[in-house]
């Protein structure tokens, strides 16, 4: 398992948060990049935020990479994409980004009733919540590259 790094490029960076957003060019730009990342994003503005969460594909949904689609999980069931597809549209609506969680190659039937509980919080415990699951995400990229 590879150690944190102290410094990385934006290009490094794009690849663990699936885009060069305005994110990846701050934290680029930072000592301890992974360390760092939970307060820069949530010191990011609200646009920045959605960009940030957004560059992420839905769960169940289509992915923007060969990793994402690896770490998406399992289960092709009909009926669970559909209800993921229900929810995600639901939870976009209600806090204005995308849902994110660090599925870590647990079945898609698994998080629906995560999507479920995450849907009832207030928008400010969601999105830090949200960026939490997206820096482990990059973190766990990290290490396991």
Do not use: C
């Not at 060069?20 to 935020?49: H, K, M």
């Not at 399992?74 to 969680?101: C, K, M, Q, S, W």
């Amino acid at each position: 398992m590879r150690e944190l790094p102290r410094q990385l490029t934006a290009e490094q960076l794009a690849e663990l948060f699936e885009g060069r957003t305005r994110f990846v060019e701050l934290l680029a730009a930072l000592e301890d990049p992974l360390g760092r990342a939970p307060e820069v994003a949530l010191e990011l503005s609200a646009s920045e935020q959605k960009e940030l969460l957004d560059a992420h594909p839905p769960i169940g949904g289509q992915a923007t990479s060969a990793r994402a689609a690896r770490e998406q999980g399992t289960d092709d069931d009909p009926a669970v994409l559909a209800e993921l597809a229900e929810l995600n549209a639901a939870y976009e609506h209600r806090f204005g980004f995308r849902f994110v969680i660090f599925v870590n190659g647990r079945p898609r039937r698994e998080i629906v009733p995560i999507l479920k509980e995450r849907s009832q919080r207030t928008r400010e415990k969601e999105l830090a919540t949200a960026v939490d699951e997206l820096v482990q995400i990059a973190v766990h990229r990290w290490r396991t590259s």
